[in-house]
């Protein structure tokens, strides 16, 4: 399995982003999906999560600005970010959901979003 997550990218804070992430690989349709983040000298932490039905479930900190979506025939998972804020800057990054997996995918590489005030 392979991960690419891309949408990345340097914005104002205010601005909206939306993030990719396209899982090869994989029987992806089966699987609750996760987008994490991890800013610099942080651990990488779950920020938003979507079963395989579609429901959606946030941390309270992105509540209200972002949304996750995913896409089934595309194999693709989403992250509309919306009022981006300094604090969300980090690598972005998409595997199975964690507390719905017995074990992750091999990771990718991420994407980066750097909010500047």
């Known amino acids: 399995v392979q991960l690419q997550a891309s949408g990345g990218g340097l914005v104002q804070a205010g601005e909206s982003l939306t993030l990719s992430c396209v899982v090869s690989?994989?029987?992806?349709?089966?699987?609750?999906l996760g987008w994490y983040r991890q800013a610099p000298g942080q651990g990488r932490l779950l920020i938003a999560d979507i079963n395989n039905e579609g429901r959606p479930n946030y941390a309270d900190f992105v509540k209200g600005r972002f949304t996750i979506s995913r896409d089934n025939a595309k194999k693709t998972t989403y992250l509309q970010m919306n009022s981006l804020k300094p604090e969300d800057s980090a690598v972005y990054f998409c595997?199975?959901?964690?507390?719905?997996?017995?074990?992750?995918?091999?990771w990718g590489q991420g994407t980066q979003v750097t909010v500047s005030s």
């Open positions: 690989g994989s029987t992806f349709s089966r699987y609750a």
């Open positions: 595997n199975k959901d964690q507390y719905e997996a017995a074990d992750l995918w091999f």
